[in-house]
């Protein structure tokens, strides 16, 4: 079983309890890393000029207090630990976070399915690492 370092723990603290408890659930089954949860003013403008996210502060999931988005990645043993360049496996982690949700009866949204139909090759913007809470705050 694995669990969260104190950065991912306090990272997870910062979201809505569904967020919480969903990637307590996936935790047992999936190393991962909580990269960020909630963004202030100025984090979230810098990853919108970065080109990472589409949104202006206030209007993204992560802005919200508590965050009704998290960015979350598989975490690997051996260094380098997070490995953007492989896609499988975030696609995999992905899944396996939807699945997951699904069976707690949470609705998510992920970055590498935007339109939630299944289908993953037609996306525009893919953020691989970002869920969110659907059906909460309009969406």
Do not use: T
Request: charged residues 25%; contains cysteine.
């Amino acid at each position: 079983m694995y669990y969260f370092s104190k950065n991912s723990e306090n990272n997870l603290l910062e979201c809505h309890l569904d967020l919480y408890h969903l990637f307590h659930r996936v935790i047992k089954y999936q190393d991962c890393f909580v990269i960020i949860g909630y963004r202030g003013e100025q984090e979230q403008d810098r990853a919108f000029h970065m080109g990472s996210s589409q949104l202006k502060y206030p209007q993204s999931k992560h802005n919200k207090k508590p965050s009704l988005a998290v960015d979350v990645v598989p975490w690997f043993k051996s260094f380098p630990h997070i490995r953007w360049d492989d896609k499988e496996k975030l696609y995999y982690f992905g899944g396996f976070v939807l699945g997951v949700a699904a069976e707690m009866g949470i609705n998510i949204r992920w970055g590498g399915d935007w339109d939630q139909d299944g289908e993953l090759h037609d996306q525009k913007f893919f953020d691989l690492s970002h869920f969110e809470l659907g059906g909460i705050d309009g969406n």
